[in-house]
């Protein structure tokens, strides 16, 4: 029993920790460039639309995961022509198009494919499925399968690639000189003014990476990890990335391993339901959802003040003359 209880939680951890991972990895290249994105969900969820549209009318998951990265990086454009050419208010922006998303999908969903707000099913011959065929359920009595196969290798092709993209994200902040640059606009954007380099160019830069990681996430959500787009679907996991992003201190290993504790409760969440517990009987299943978001306060809440953000976080650059 317990191989199996182990093999299924290890499975249902690595599923639900890729959009938080990638939607944490994209906050850290925009923020770490002095801009602040609070619209990482509002990116998500246009990906997530443009994916599932994409691929129930095309049959394809490759043109969905291209409309899901193109989309999220035309809203990370907007975002910066707002904050970045016109010094917008970063917060207002992001929010703004977290609204507008919520709103947009919905409508759209509704006159295209009249289902209210979803899009057609996706059938399983175009959705991601497993990169290593084979490995199905946990097997009682064989460690093996269940931890191993099942719990480590039975995933899609976009699982192995967010963990993949954590490590690159990490390389190219820490040991490359347009990451150097990325990293010295979000703590002194004058500096790296005086030294030739534009700083505008630099946001748009980390803006468009940060698209092209939203849009993997969105396209997850919909491609591989459910079968069609359903209005505010996301369900704050834009928000839950950004927490992480503040507990890992703007760095991609330490925010790694909130996204797994994260990923951690919910996968422990969902074990949860209709587990009758003695003396209290079955545990509500709003409890039990909610218990991400709660990790969330009670984190932010205790290390918020511990977390010191990029210098030039949020505070438009205005060159001297």
Same mark, same amino acid.
């Given at each position: 029993m317990d191989e199996l209880l182990i093999g299924s939680l290890l499975a249902s951890l690595l599923r639900v920790s890729v959009p938080l991972?990638?939607?944490?990895? =994209?906050?850290?290249?925009?923020?770490?460039a002095g801009v602040v994105d609070l619209g990482l969900e509002g990116k998500m969820l246009f990906a997530a639309f443009a994916a599932a549209a994409t691929a129930s009318l095309t049959q394809s998951a490759g043109l969905g995961l291209l409309a899901a990265m193109g989309v999220a990086c035309f809203v990370s454009l907007v975002h910066g022509f707002a904050t970045v050419t016109h010094r917008g208010d970063q917060i207002v922006s992001g929010v703004a198009l977290n609204m507008?998303?919520?709103?947009?999908?919905v409508v759209l969903g509704i006159a295209w494919f009249q289902q209210g707000g979803q899009t057609p099913a996706i059938g399983p011959e175009v959705r991601l499925g497993a990169l290593i065929?084979?490995?199905?359920?946990?097997? =009682?009595?064989?460690?093996?399968?269940?931890?191993?196969?099942?719990?480590l290798l039975s995933h899609n092709a976009l699982v192995y690639l967010a963990f993949v993209l954590v490590a690159l994200v990490w390389f190219f902040l820490e040991h490359t000189?347009?990451?150097?640059?990325l990293r010295a606009v979000g703590e002194n954007p004058a500096m790296v003014d005086a030294a030739g380099v534009?700083?505008?160019?630099?946001r748009y830069q980390a803006l468009m990476m940060n698209g092209v990681l939203c849009g993997l996430a969105g396209a997850y959500l919909t491609l591989a990890q459910n079968a069609s787009f359903s209005p505010n679907m996301t369900a704050g996991r834009g928000y839950?990335?950004? =927490?992480?992003?503040?507990?890992?201190?703007?760095?991609? /290993?330490?925010?790694?391993?909130?996204?797994? /504790?994260?990923?951690?409760?919910? =996968?422990?969440?969902?074990?949860?339901?209709?587990?009758q517990v003695p003396g209290i009987?079955?545990?509500?299943?709003q409890l039990i959802q909610s218990l991400p978001y709660l990790l969330t306060v009670v984190l932010l809440a205790g290390f918020i003040g511990q977390a010191v953000a990029p210098k030039a976080l949020a505070k438009p650059y205005l060159k001297e003359r």
């Amino acid at each position: 029993m317990d191989e199996l209880l182990i093999g299924s939680l290890l499975a249902s951890l690595l599923r639900v920790s890729v959009p938080l991972l990638l939607c944490a990895m =994209a906050g850290v290249l925009s923020e770490r460039a002095g801009v602040v994105d609070l619209g990482l969900e509002g990116k998500m969820l246009f990906a997530a639309f443009a994916a599932a549209a994409t691929a129930s009318l095309t049959q394809s998951a490759g043109l969905g995961l291209l409309a899901a990265m193109g989309v999220a990086c035309f809203v990370s454009l907007v975002h910066g022509f707002a904050t970045v050419t016109h010094r917008g208010d970063q917060i207002v922006s992001g929010v703004a198009l977290n609204m507008i998303a919520a709103g947009l999908t919905v409508v759209l969903g509704i006159a295209w494919f009249q289902q209210g707000g979803q899009t057609p099913a996706i059938g399983p011959e175009v959705r991601l499925g497993a990169l290593i065929p084979g490995f199905g359920e946990p097997r =009682a009595g064989d460690w093996l399968a269940s931890v191993l196969g099942h719990g480590l290798l039975s995933h899609n092709a976009l699982v192995y690639l967010a963990f993949v993209l954590v490590a690159l994200v990490w390389f190219f902040l820490e040991h490359t000189r347009p990451g150097l640059r990325l990293r010295a606009v979000g703590e002194n954007p004058a500096m790296v003014d005086a030294a030739g380099v534009s700083v505008p160019g630099l946001r748009y830069q980390a803006l468009m990476m940060n698209g092209v990681l939203c849009g993997l996430a969105g396209a997850y959500l919909t491609l591989a990890q459910n079968a069609s787009f359903s209005p505010n679907m996301t369900a704050g996991r834009g928000y839950i990335a950004l =927490a992480a992003m503040i507990f890992g201190k703007w760095r991609p /290993l330490p925010t790694l391993g909130a996204c797994l /504790l994260f990923g951690f409760l919910d =996968a422990v969440a969902i074990r949860l339901q209709g587990v009758q517990v003695p003396g209290i009987g079955e545990v509500p299943v709003q409890l039990i959802q909610s218990l991400p978001y709660l990790l969330t306060v009670v984190l932010l809440a205790g290390f918020i003040g511990q977390a010191v953000a990029p210098k030039a976080l949020a505070k438009p650059y205005l060159k001297e003359r």
